[in-house]
Nanobody
Framework: QAQLVESGGGSVQAGGSLRLSCELV????????MGWFRQTPEKEREEVAT???????TYGDFVKERFTISRDRSENTVSLQMNSLKPEDTAMYYC??????????????????WGRGTQVTVSS
């Protein structure tokens, strides 16, 4: 089982930015579909962004070009740059590893390794 360690969460005012980072241990982020998800007590876990082995990305409809997912080979990390944050972006954010290189057709239950999460709080 791989270990994922998220960092970069925090509190920010609406309109601000945060950058989340996820370090993957034992596997390369370039060999797997990697995803960022978020969850609140009131809602089910939802997909924020994914990036596959070929670098193809997908985003949740609510992102609307505000977030960018990327990878770093030297640090073996997957990052999520979040701009123009809104109060409704407040959630616990999780990084996850899929066993396949491609994300197409995947649900969050298909991901096999998860980080512990990092809290993002956006105030109005």
């Amino acid at each position: 089982q791989a270990q994922l360690v998220e960092s970069g969460g925090g509190s920010v005012q609406a309109g601000g930015s945060l950058r989340l980072s996820c370090e993957l241990v034992e596997y390369s982020v370039y060999n797997h579909c990697m995803g960022w998800f978020r969850q609140t007590p009131e809602k089910e876990r939802e997909e924020v962004a994914t990036i596959d082995a070929l670098g193809r990305t997908t985003y949740g409809d609510f992102v609307k070009e505000r977030f960018t997912i990327s990878r770093d080979r030297s640090e073996n990390t997957v990052s999520l740059q979040m701009n123009s944050l809104k109060p409704e972006d407040t959630a616990m954010y999780y990084c996850a590893r899929h066993p396949r290189p491609y994300c197409y057709g995947s649900k969050y239950s298909d991901y096999v390794d998860w980080g512990r999460g990092t809290q993002v709080t956006v105030s109005s």
